[in-house]
T-cell receptor
Framework: SQQGEEDPQALSIQEGENATMNCSYK?????LQWYRQNSGRGLVHLIL?????REKHSGRLRVTLDTSKKSSSLLITASRAADTASYFC????????????FGKGTTLSVSS | EAQVTQNPRYLITVTGKKLTVTCSQN?????MSWYRQDPGLGLRQIYY???????DKGDVPEGYKVSRKEKRNFPLILESPSPNQTSLYFC????????????FGSGTQLSVL
């Protein structure tokens, strides 16, 4: 069961540029989370935005949420080579909290 | 340091030879879960546990078993591995309920020959 879908699938930019990734989901949500995965490693939580929030910041990360469009975006400003990774959005499957459902991710490559 | 520890990191085995992937967390989390990650298919949940002695199936439970006898441990058991179980496996944990982030282990790359 897939809830979120990221777009684009892959993104290549130069250091210093901004990177924007989008996530669309299907059903109503309580919150939406973004995770990062370096090649073959475990996912690391980046940021959580609740359904009653429209925007949230954490360092160089900015996340927006539009519940009317069932979409979220992750903006990484002033990208660095170290930001090269896959980025996933995730939402809770149900109100019981039995599963976090992940999209297939956006692979970001930042070249120096 | 708060962490989820998975072992082994890499495992190569043969069809039918029972194996266990261990998972342990030191954060006193109620919820634990196993995922597998495959190219083009993303992360899919195998099993989850809401607390000790409470486990349930996720999206792809066939061929797997789990147990939750202690709060910190959540091993994944493949009683008779098959090549289609070759995958990257992740254990994860979090505080129970909605609105909490998942903490992931480093992953186990399993190859079944």
């Amino acid at each position: 069961s897939q809830q979120g879908e990221e777009d684009p699938q892959a993104l290549s930019i130069q250091e210093g540029e901004n990177a924007t990734m989008n996530c669309s989901y299907k059903t109503s949500i309580n919150n939406l989370q973004w995770y990062r995965q370096n090649s073959g490693r475990g996912l690391v939580h980046l940021i959580l935005i609740r359904s009653n929030e429209r925007e949230k910041h954490s360092g160089r990360l900015r996340v927006t949420l539009d519940t009317s469009k069932k979409s979220s975006s992750l903006l990484i400003t002033a990208s660095r080579a170290a930001d090269t990774a896959s980025y996933f959005c995730a939402t809770d499957l149900n109100q019981a909290g039995t599963a976090l459902i992940f999209g297939k991710g956006t692979t970001l490559s930042v070249s120096s | 340091e708060a962490q989820v520890t998975q072992n082994p990191r890499y495992l190569i085995t043969v069809t039918g030879k029972k194996l266990t992937v261990t998972c342990s967390q030191n954060m006193n989390h109620e919820y634990m879960s196993w995922y597998r990650q495959d190219p083009g298919l993303g992360l899919r949940q195998i099993y989850y546990s809401m607390n000790v002695e409470v486990t349930d199936k996720g999206d792809v439970p066939e061929g797997y078993k789990v147990s939750r006898k202690e709060k910190r441990n959540f091993p994944l058991i493949l009683e008779s591995p098959s090549p289609n179980q070759t995958s990257l496996y992740f254990c994860a944990s979090r505080v129970g309920g909605l609105g909490h982030k998942l903490f992931f282990g480093s992953g186990t790359q399993l190859s079944v020959l």
